[in-house]
């Protein structure tokens, strides 16, 4: 109802500012003694000739004549998969945060959600999201990059690492601690050698089309981290670490099928993290190639992202486990499932001197006074790199594995931890909750824990917090883990597995689905 405005006298009214008229609807003395009462008012409302009462009708017939456009209106930028990522990530981050709360309680949630993209293959409806065009690069985009490989690293030679068509060499060491049958699917691959095997395996996918007018989408090979690789170290010029991906951008926009889409159907791997590609001064790391005009529309898969650029996709590292079958799969799911873990929890990692308050450093002290619950590997120098027996075998004894953050957010640990069915202990939302949504349950709790830094600097005992987990809340996480690794690991058939979808499937599912998204009105910028 309208509020009534009291007079100061009976007979008199006070001006009424322009203001106050859009507050309030002032009544004449006679209307106004008696106006709680309905039938009083009556002859008020149906006045043919007050002028205000039919303002104040057509204002609100308006009102209601716009609401009902808006509502049948179609919504622009609407995700209903692949949500933008800064509300998607505000989300994620306040699904998160709870974890902490549950550290000094007695019950720890276990309750997962199911994500969008299945785990199995449906003969019916393999290509329902569309096909892919996959463009023929001139080679000193990618062959001629392997061809060199020599002289990637100013360190040492890349070619073992790049080789097996980016697996890397074969696994030793293994005898004793693996099903004999399941030694030959593991190698020990370089984590940098993704753009390499999506590659291979998207030249063999199912949906590939050889016909670009038949396509959906259209991927882009270009060894963007390998090109890169070479000049991000010594005195290399920015020119030099923007060289190729300039070259790169200049030969897309000269293709009609980029032309035509602007890049909004194109998408590509680099695999290095997003911060490699995202130099803001020349003086500064790395190459600028993100934030090049022609990078703005273009899908990125990266196993790393940025969480709040919508067109980064995080997907994840390269493992050592490449199964040739879905046997391999399902035989190594028992295995770690049936494993005897005989320690609590576990680090692999090397402090980080140099570094003030170095977190690594703190983890491994209350690694070792753990009194023997704690299994720490220290991966100084070069030890650790690309894998090894040793790391594998931690894992493998152990219900957790601490995770703080790497280089940048993310490490490579993450996932050679959850393939051997251990549960990853996490101290950075960003290291895995905000990276990998297309690849983990929607519900951290379900398969992690999280402790947050400060509380660890500020006293809280890992060991303590771990110990709270009953045996019964323990299985269910790794079960959950164990769940999850199809969607880890990268397959060694160059046509993927049978029916389980490893990552490049997801990965691809994923890209398709959001393609078609962008196709709804009003959904890209111009």
């Known amino acids: 109802m309208l509020p009534i405005a009291a007079p100061k006298s009976p007979n008199s009214r006070a001006p009424i500012s322009s203001l106050e008229k859009t507050k309030t609807l002032e009544l004449n003395p006679v209307e106004r003694k008696s106006s709680s009462n309905p039938l009083h008012l009556q002859p008020y409302f149906f006045l043919p000739n007050h002028t205000r009462l039919w303002l104040l009708l057509f204002i609100i017939s308006l009102q209601v004549i716009i609401l009902l456009m808006a509502r049948a209106l179609p919504l622009s930028h609407r995700r209903t998969h692949f949500p933008s990522p800064l509300s998607a990530d505000q989300h994620l981050l306040q699904k998160s945060d709870n974890i902490s709360s549950t550290l000094h309680s007695s019950s720890h949630p276990t309750k997962s959600a199911d994500i969008s ?16 065009f996959v463009y023929n690069l001139p080679a000193v985009f990618n062959q001629e990059l392997l061809d060199k490989c020599a002289e990637l690293d100013p360190w040492h ?10 697996f890397g060499r074969k696994a030793t060491g293994l005898s004793g601690l693996l099903p004999k049958d399941l030694i030959p699917a593991w190698y020990w691959t370089d984590q940098f050698a993704m753009e390499i095997i999506y590659h291979n395996r998207i030249l063999n996918h199912k949906c590939r089309t050889m016909e670009p007018d038949s396509a959906t ?14 000049y991000l170290w010594f005195n290399y010029s920015s020119k ?23 890049g909004w159907d194109h998408f590509m791997t680099m695999g290095r993290i997003t911060w490699d590609f995202r130099r803001s001064k ?17 899908t990125r898969l ?31 799911q028992d295995f770690v499932r049936n494993r005897n873990r005989k320690t609590l929890f576990c680090f692999a990692g090397a402090p980080r001197g140099t570094f003030k308050n170095d977190f690594r450093g703190l983890l491994l002290s209350h690694c070792k006074n753990a009194s023997g619950l704690c299994r720490a590997v220290d991966c100084a120098g070069s030890r650790c790199a690309n894998g090894t ?4 075998e931690t894992f493998l004894d152990s219900d957790f594995c601490l995770q703080p953050r790497g280089d940048s957010f993310t490490r490579r640990s993450i996932f050679d931890c959850m393939v051997a069915g251990s549960i990853p202990v996490f101290f950075w939302h960003r290291t895995a909750y905000l990276q990998y949504q297309w690849f983990l349950p929607s519900d951290p709790k379900s398969y992690s824990v999280f402790i947050h830094r400060n509380d660890v600097k500020n006293g809280t005992s890992i060991k303590s917090v771990l110990e ?53 009105p009003g959904y890209k910028w111009k």
Request: hydrophobic share 35%; aromatic share 12%.
């Open 117 to 132: 993209i299945p785990s199995t293959v449906s003969p019916s409806d393999q290509c329902s999201s569309g096909r892919i």
């Open 240 to 262: 030099d670490r923007d060289s190729y991906c300039e070259m790169i951008l200049r030969w897309l926009q000269d293709q009609p099928y980029w032309s035509r889409s602007d």
């Open 282 to 298: 020349n003086e500064d790391w790395g190459s600028r190639c993100i934030y090049m005009p022609g990078m703005r529309n273009i």
């Open 217 to 230: 989408a259209f991927y882009i090979p270009f060894y963007a981290g390998l090109a890169v690789g070479k």
């Open 468 to 520: 709270s987990y009953s045996r019964e809340e323990v299985k269910k996480m790794r079960e959950k883990v164990i769940e999850y690794i199809p969607k880890l690991i990268y397959a060694k058939p160059e046509k993927g597995l049978e029916s389980i979808k490893d990552a490049f499937d997801v990965a691809i599912d994923g890209v398709l689905k959001r393609i078609k998204e962008q196709e709804q």
């Open 157 to 166: 030679s890349r070619c073992e690492a790049l080789s097996n068509e980016g």
């Open 389 to 392: 027996s040793g790391i594998l």
């Open 302 to 332: 990266l196993i790393e992202r940025n969480p709040w650029d919508y067109f980064d996709v995080g997907v994840p590292y390269p493992t050592g486990f490449h199964p040739a079958s879905d046997s391999d799969v399902l035989q190594w």
